[in-house]
């Protein structure tokens, strides 16, 4: 479940007027909501591989993993139809690939210089039974080249947060745009408070118990709730 990006903008203006420190507009907002979005997914993999690398003694060891795992499957993505034009197939959004496949075969990884020194022997040219593939940023040079089409599963890179708004010229207030105007965090919705401190820290605020953010999220949640009654 994603977070709700209006909750949390609202959640850290509520604790800035609260704070008195001032006002964050809708910009400023979606700029430092991507940034902490981004810092948060990146951490998932460093906090992954610095356990995968610790001893396996903890008793919660299997458990951390796991839960590593599932934040991270947010951003899973299979495409059983990736389609392949001319040996190249172009991922939208892509953060790390995890596999490439054909009619149920496995496609052989190959690294820049393999790929091209293979093409230019027809001795060791892949072929649709023995299928291979080099990645070039979120290009793929698929061999052989009369493959059309690919599974690919891989994780995509979050879509950025925004809170979409309209101007009320004679209130001058931002009003919230909800629908496509609008995106939601991508972060696990367990993130939701850190994704709130790290907002408020770019802002220059230090809250130090989450317990704070906690109640300021739950008098937004019941302002939504009025609003709507």
Do not use: C
Request: net charge negative.
């Amino acid at each position: 479940m994603a977070i709700n990006v209006d909750t949390v903008y609202k959640t850290v203006l509520l604790i800035l007027n609260k704070e008195q420190r001032g006002y964050m507009t809708p910009d400023e907002f979606n700029k430092m909501g991507q940034q902490v979005q981004l810092e948060i997914f990146e951490k998932y993999f460093e906090d992954l591989n610095q356990l995968i690398r610790s001893p396996q003694t903890e008793s919660d060891y299997a458990d951390r993993v796991t839960y590593l795992e599932e934040k991270i499957s947010e951003f899973e993505t299979t495409n059983s139809s990736q389609a392949v034009s001319n040996g190249s197939a172009v991922l939208a959004n892509l953060h790390r690939l995890n596999t490439v496949a054909y009619n149920g075969i496995e496609l052989q990884s190959l690294g820049k210089k393999e790929y091209y020194n293979i093409i230019r022997s027809p001795l060791t040219k892949p072929t649709e039974t023995y299928p291979a593939y080099t990645q070039e940023g979120s290009t793929l040079k698929i061999l052989p080249t009369s493959i059309t089409s690919v599974e690919t599963t891989f994780l995509t890179t979050p879509v950025p947060p925004v809170w979409g708004f309209t101007v009320d010229n004679n209130l001058q207030i931002f009003i919230y745009s909800s629908g496509s105007a609008s995106t939601n965090f991508g972060l696990h919705s367990s993130e939701q408070t850190e994704v709130i401190l790290r907002i408020l820290a770019y802002a220059g605020i230090i809250i130090r118990d989450p317990q704070v953010v906690q109640i300021a999220q739950a008098k937004v949640q019941q302002q939504n709730i009025n609003e709507k009654s």
